[in-house]
């Protein structure tokens, strides 16, 4: 008798042997899109400067969550330039620079730097959609378990169960939506 909701997550897939950890996200970036890997690593030194990068791309919701402002304003400022600056005034002192809108400048530095954030659903939904199935086959454990299962809420992004399983889409709910159906996919941040 089916009576039982199965909720699972990323541990289905990584117990299929597929590459879906943040860290595999991480290795497919510093390879395939530098610049964001970069533009996205400055980021996240922002959340916490003595946690290593592939710790924070390991946890990169909360790392996400945990970016500080107030840092990403310094960081931005501390990008200007002397072309950043008005003029050059003679003092009795010595040479004082007068700056531009400084803080216009920063954050417009600081806006550039967050624009990377929007890019990583569009980012992990190319990388999710590398990942084939086409080798994966099914565990006993799993089909065990699909026998007394009448539905399924998931937390993955892949199609695993549909492929692999073959259960019907409309048994499962991908509760951070999936790459197969091009459904836009979230990632939870703290806020």
């Known amino acids: 008798m089916k009576d039982t909701l199965l909720i699972c997550g990323n541990g289905l897939d990584l117990f299929h042997g597929l590459p879906t950890k943040y860290s ?4 497919y970036c510093k390879v395939n899109q530098t610049k964001f890997y970069n533009d996205l690593t400055v980021l996240l030194k922002l959340s916490d400067e003595l946690t290593s990068v592939d710790d924070l791309w390991s946890s990169l919701e909360s790392s996400i969550g945990n970016i500080s402002l107030d840092k990403l304003l310094r960081l931005a400022n501390s990008h200007l330039k002397l072309a950043d600056f ?3 005034e003679q003092t009795t002192s010595g040479l004082k620079i007068i700056k531009k809108e400084n803080s216009q400048i920063a954050q417009i530095h600081a806006s550039a730097l967050m ?3 929007p890019n990583i659903k569009i980012e992990l939904k190319k990388y999710l959609k590398t990942i084939s199935l086409k080798d994966v086959f099914p565990k006993k454990m799993i089909e065990s378990l699909l026998e007394m299962t009448v539905k399924i809420v998931t937390f ?11 259960i019907p889409n409309e048994d499962i709910l991908h509760i951070h939506g999936d790459v197969a159906n091009n459904n836009e996919i979230i990632i939870v941040e703290k806020i």
């Not at 595999?24 to 290795?27: A, G, I, L, R, V």
């Open 115 to 117: 624009r990377v954030l």
């Open 86 to 88: 008005k003029e050059v």
């Open 156 to 166: 993955n992004y892949t199609d695993t169960f549909e492929v692999v399983y073959r």
């Open 24 to 27: 595999d996200f991480q290795k």
